[in-house]
């Protein structure tokens, strides 16, 4: 299995309070990822990473920002948290030494926000 | 643009029974093309890939084979078990900015 860690698991908050996730990789792959997952929306892409201090904005990034300052760790920020925010948010990885295109994700936060 | 389109669900099948998650996509290049499982309260899996047309992927009795012809990826298992129960996602990466584009997903229930 890929070394892919995500902090917290759990979390519940409070709406208009920051929340940050963290995304922890131990592969020394280029490309991180930030998906939300909902019923009836599959997964759709936040943000993503293609190398340190390099992101862009995927279809549901308002609300949303990230930052990544070392290969390994790539963090997601809710600025103002919103009820429309609770979600499962899954942190993947992509792009190793090989080429290989294939994205390896990690066991998810479960974030509420009441 | 580029997109993945697979039955959707929730497909109910008896244990042992033959299992088929149709998968069809719409890409302006040579795209790869993957299976990913999901099961509950888990990340995504990769299941099988295969990176070019009439490749087969395989992994734990499941197969697909990339049909560039018909523009198709259908996910079959011989035999199901109870184990198989989950949430399979079907899809596509072009290879150029590494995104991959993902289908909606298909919940499968395997009865004993």
């Known amino acids: 299995d890929a070394g892919i860690t995500q902090s917290p698991r759990h979390k519940v908050t409070e709406t208009g309070t920051p929340v940050t996730l963290r995304c922890h990789q131990t592969?020394?792959?280029?490309?991180m990822y930030w998906y939300r997952q909902d019923p009836g929306h599959g997964l759709r892409l936040i943000h993503y990473?293609?190398?340190?201090?390099?992101?862009d904005k995927g279809e549901v990034s308002d609300g949303y920002s990230v930052s990544r300052s070392k290969t390994e760790d790539f963090l997601l920020t809710l600025e103002s948290a919103t009820s429309s925010q609770t979600s499962v948010y899954f942190c993947?990885?992509?792009?190793?030494?090989?080429?290989?295109?294939?994205?390896?994700f990690g066991p998810g936060t479960r974030l509420t926000v009441t | 643009g580029d997109s993945v389109t697979q039955m959707e669900g929730p497909v109910t099948l008896s244990e042992e029974a033959f299992l088929t998650i149709n998968c069809t996509y719409t890409?302006?290049?040579?795209?790869?093309l993957f299976w990913y499982v999901q099961y509950p309260g888990e990340g995504l899996q990769l299941l099988l890939k295969?990176?070019?047309?009439?490749d087969k992927g395989s992994n734990k009795g499941f197969e697909a084979t990339y049909r560039k012809e018909t523009t198709s990826f259908h996910l079959e298992k011989g035999s199901v078990q109870v184990s198989d129960s989950a949430v399979y996602f079907c899809?596509?990466?072009?290879?150029?900015?590494?995104?991959?584009?993902f289908g909606k997903g298909t919940r499968l229930h395997i009865l004993p």
């Open positions: 993947a990885i992509s792009g190793g030494l090989d080429g290989t295109y294939e994205q390896y």
């Open positions: 592969e020394n792959h280029r490309y």
């Open positions: 990473s293609y190398g340190v201090k390099d992101t």
């Open positions: 890409a302006t290049g040579y795209p790869s």
């Open positions: 295969a990176t070019k047309a009439d």
């Open positions: 899809a596509l990466s072009m290879n150029r900015d590494d995104k991959i584009i």
